[in-house]
């Protein structure tokens, strides 16, 4: 699925790309993922103009002046830029033409993905739920929202999107193993100097996906079709049994919070 990292750079070309323009046309291959359905999506924003694209999260904010379209990726949606002579897919859901006839293709192999078209004040409700952004709070102010009561793993406390936004699996682990700390610990047991490493470890690793455009550990492409380069740089994630690029011993995988979860059990306590 799609971190932040990866939601973070579509956000971007999508914004340089597409910030300003009007919905000249929209046309619906496969519904069932969009709200309002079919044709009311389409008569809901034709002719809209784009204020510019957003991210809250792992959220898509397409902004108009009077609300939005909320996007997800989910675990295998994709946007990618095509030309006048492209011809749909099977796994093609809706084609957005815009003034200038930019092209976007949204698609999506398990249809997981949605688009929602919001008002203001659903817009402002849908984005409210969410913790801070780790890239833009402090690492103090990170930290404390790891300091918790709960018996539930840090792990889990971090992919809890109401704790701290736009955290998945692949950065759970890869922050865990750089903050040595064991995925299966329990939250209430992390010390506050182990809570202050953490934060800072989430927002070097964020920082150092984004700059190589994402993970592209599974389905994962950018708007222009291309994977992001942070898979050669991953520590555990989807390493199980590869030496720790630490301490040289198997990295372990298990299951936690219903995840797949990578760590190393001598460098992460």
Known sequence: ???????????????????????????????????????????????????????????????????????????????????????????????????????????????????????????????????????????????????????????ATLLDQTVIAGIGNIYADEALHRAGVRPTRATNKVTADERLRLAKDIKNVLTESLAQKGTSANDYIDTEGQKGGFLAFLRVYGRGGEPCRTCQRPIMKTVVAQRGTHYCAYCQK
């Not at 949204?106 to 952004?133: C, H, I, N, Q």
Request: proline fraction near 5%; charged fraction near 30%; aromatic fraction near 8%.
């Open 1 to 155: 699925m799609p971190e932040l990292p990866e939601v973070e750079t579509v956000r971007r070309q999508l914004h340089d790309r597409i910030s300003g323009k009007t919905i000249r046309e929209v046309l619906v291959f496969k519904t069932g993922r969009e709200t309002p359905l079919g044709e009311k999506f389409v008569q809901a924003v034709v002719g809209r103009k784009l204020k510019g694209v957003e991210r809250r999260a792992k959220v898509l904010v397409f902004r108009f002046d009077d609300g939005a379209i909320l996007g997800h990726l989910k675990m295998t949606g994709s946007f990618v830029f095509v030309n006048k002579k492209y011809s749909p897919t099977k796994h093609d859901r809706m084609l957005f033409v815009f003034s200038g006839d930019t092209r976007l293709i949204w698609s999506d192999v398990r249809m997981f993905g949605y688009l929602k078209v919001v008002t203001p004040d659903e817009l402002t409700a849908a984005l409210s739920a969410y913790g801070p952004e780790p890239l833009e709070a402090s690492v103090g102010a990170l930290a404390d929202r790891l300091q918790r009561k709960s018996m539930r793993s840090i792990k």
